[in-house]
């Protein structure tokens, strides 16, 4: 396997693999840091790990109240936070280690940053997805593995997105999506 930072020749493919991953019109668009961000190849694509610097006071808001903002709002960030947002494996190549090896390269990558943003620390988070339909996988497992901090689960986190974009969710179908998230944050020492 090859793995490789991504690059925007992968932007077609990677588009390919998160739609039949999380579904059609969940994807979003394949917004990547470059610097961050890493693919796998086999016969063809068949990882990715999408991350970006994202704006800690925008994430907040995100999260609006509840236990991930509290715990947000307590870290010394300095307005930055490393955010893997999209995380995908091709169906026959999972359970083999491939997105938690490309999840350690985001981790490299960003504590590389670490200069760049005068930050002391790297913190780099991801909201684990959590199927409605237990026989679909979750990242969560393989995050806590990693070393994340579990900041809680936020319920019905796509709701409001499946209704307005239209997207049929692989575990919930039409919408309303009833999925979801585990906020997962890993505090990196710089390089
Ligand atoms: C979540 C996902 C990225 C994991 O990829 P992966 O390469 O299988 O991950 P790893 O091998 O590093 O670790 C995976 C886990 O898969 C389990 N596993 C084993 N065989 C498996 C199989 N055939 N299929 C799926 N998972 C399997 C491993 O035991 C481990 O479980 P745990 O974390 O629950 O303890 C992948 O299942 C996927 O693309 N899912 C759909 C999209 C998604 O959920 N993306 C994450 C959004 S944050």
New binding site residues.
Partial sequence: MDVRRYTPTDADAVAALLEA??GAGFAGSAAADPRLSWVAYDDGLC?AALAVVDDAPRLRRTYAEGPAFAALERLPVRGRVVR?R??????H???????????ARVEAAAAGLAYLHRLDTVHVL????L?SDPA???????F??AGYEDLGEIAGFFREFSLAAGATCPACGPPPCRCC?RVMLKRLPSA
Avoid at 86 to 91: F, K, M, S
Avoid at 136 to 142: E, I
């Fill in positions: 991953a999380v990882g893997i999209e995380l995908a494996v091709r169906a190549r999972r359970g083999r280690g491939v997105a938690s090896d490309l999840v991801a909201n684990a997805w199927p679909l996988p979750t990242s969560a497992g393989l806590r593995r998230v």
